[in-house]
C-alpha cells in the first residue's frame, strides 16, 4: 500500500548507525546503509526459494535436548520448551559445557516474550556467529526494543506504537502530541531526530543480523519471516513482499501461522493495524520508558 511504503520509507534513508545498548547484532564495525540491506534482503529471497527447509536441531553443534526444545517450540509450547532448555543448561553448566545450551535458552526465553534475558544467554555464551546465534540475537534486540516502546508478547503486530510515532514525526505531523491528542506537547529537533535515528539504527541492525542468519542457514524459515518483518520496518517494502511470499509456503502448520498471516493482511492494508496501535497508545496513558517522547 501506498502509505506504508512512503511512510515507513521516510526512516529509511541515510548511513545508519551503530547497534544499540552496547549490544552487538552485527559483527562488522561498516555501517550498515540501505542499498546494502536492499541487495542482500533479494540475495537472502532467491537463496531461501531455492534451498531446503533447515531446522536449527539438525545442525552439528546442536545440543543433544535441541530436538525436544525445537519440538515444544514447534507445537507452541514455549513453557515447555523453556523448562526443557532451562534443565538442559544446568546438566550442560555441570559438564562445562553450556554454551549451546544457553543459545537454545535464549531461544526459548525470546519464544516466552523475555528478550532481556535472551541477550544476556547470547552474552554468557560467548555470542557465536552461527545461524542460530545470529537469528536469536537479531529477535531479542528488535524484540528488546518493541518491548521499550510498549508492544507485548513473542511476536507484536506488524505496525506497533512506536513505529506509528516515528513515522508522525518523521512526516512532520507533530509526533506524540498527534498521538496523545495534546496541543502543549513541543518536541526539539534533537529529540525528533534521536527518535527517529534510534528506530533507524535498531532496525537495520537487526534486519542485517537476520540476514546473516539466511546466510549460514538459507533455508531457515524462522529467520526469514523475521528478516520480512524487519525490512517493513526499515521500508524496504517491496522486498519485504517478496520475502513474506516466499515464506507463506513453510509456514502452514506452524504455531506462528497465524501471527504471519495476521502480518500479510497487515502489509496488504495497514489501516485496521495504525488503529489499533492509536488505540494502545490511548489506553497505556504512560510514557515509553525507552522512546520518551511517547505519551
Known amino acids: 500500500m501506498i502509505w506504508l511504503a512512503t511512510a515507513l520509507g521516510l526512516f529509511a534513508v541515510a548511513v545508519l548507525g551503530i547497534a544499540f545498548a552496547g549490544r552487538r547484532v552485527r559483527r562488522a564495525s561498516v555501517p550498515v546503509v540501505l542499498p546494502e540491506l536492499?541487495?542482500?534482503?533479494?540475495?537472502?529471497?532467491?537463496?531461501?526459494?531455492e534451498a531446503a527447509p533447515w531446522l536449527p536441531?539438525?545442525?552439528a553443534d546442536a545440543p543433544a535436548v535441541a530436538a525436544a526444545i525445537e519440538a515444544a517450540l514447534i507445537a507452541g509450547?514455549?513453557?515447555?520448551?523453556l523448562d526443557t532448555a532451562e534443565v538442559a543448561l544446568a546438566s550442560s553448566a555441570a559438564l562445562?559445557?553450556?554454551?549451546?545450551?544457553?543459545?537454545?535458552?535464549?531461544?526459548?526465553?525470546?519464544a516466552n516474550a523475555a528478550p532481556r534475558a535472551a541477550l544476556d544467554q547470547l552474552a554468557k555464551a560467548g555470542e557465536p556467529d552461527t545461524a542460530l546465534a545470529n537469528y536469536i540475537a537479531a529477535r531479542a534486540a528488535h524484540l528488546h526494543f518493541e518491548h521499550g516502546h510498549g508492544a507485548q508478547g513473542a511476536v507484536p503486530p506488524l505496525i506497533t506504537t512506536g513505529d506509528l510515532a516515528v513515522v508522525t514525526l518523521a512526516r512532520g505531523r507533530g509526533g506524540a502530541a498527534w498521538l496523545a491528542g495534546a496541543t502543549d506537547v513541543q518536541l526539539s529537533a534533537a529529540q525528533v531526530g534521536a527518535a527517529i535515528a534510534e528506530h533507524r539504527e535498531v532496525?537495520?541492525?537487526?534486519l542485517a543480523g537476520a540476514l546473516d542468519a539466511l546466510d549460514r542457514a538459507p533455508g531457515f524459515a524462522d529467520a526469514a519471516y523475521l528478516?520480512?518483518?524487519?525490512?517493513?520496518?526499515?521500508?524496504?517494502?517491496?522486498?519485504?513482499?517478496?520475502?513474506?511470499?516466499?515464506?507463506?509456503?513453510?509456514?502452514?502448520?506452524r504455531p506462528d501461522a497465524a501471527a504471519f498471516e495476521r502480518d500479510r493482511r497487515d502489509l496488504a492494508d495497514p489501516t485496521r493495524a495504525v488503529e489499533a496501535a492509536k488505540r494502545q497508545t490511548a489506553e497505556r496513558g504512560r510514557r515509553s520508558p525507552r522512546l520518551r517522547i511517547l505519551p
Open 38 to 49: 536492499s541487495a542482500r534482503l533479494a540475495a537472502s529471497t532467491r537463496a531461501f526459494v
Open 57 to 59: 536441531a539438525t545442525a
Open 77 to 81: 509450547e514455549p513453557r515447555q520448551a
Open 96 to 110: 562445562d559445557r553450556d554454551a549451546p545450551a544457553r543459545i537454545w535458552l535464549a531461544w526459548a526465553l525470546c
Open 203 to 206: 532496525t537495520a541492525w537487526c
Open 227 to 253: 528478516a520480512a518483518r524487519l525490512a517493513v520496518k526499515a521500508g524496504l517494502v517491496a522486498g519485504a513482499r517478496q520475502l513474506f511470499e516466499a515464506v507463506a509456503p513453510r509456514m502452514l502448520g
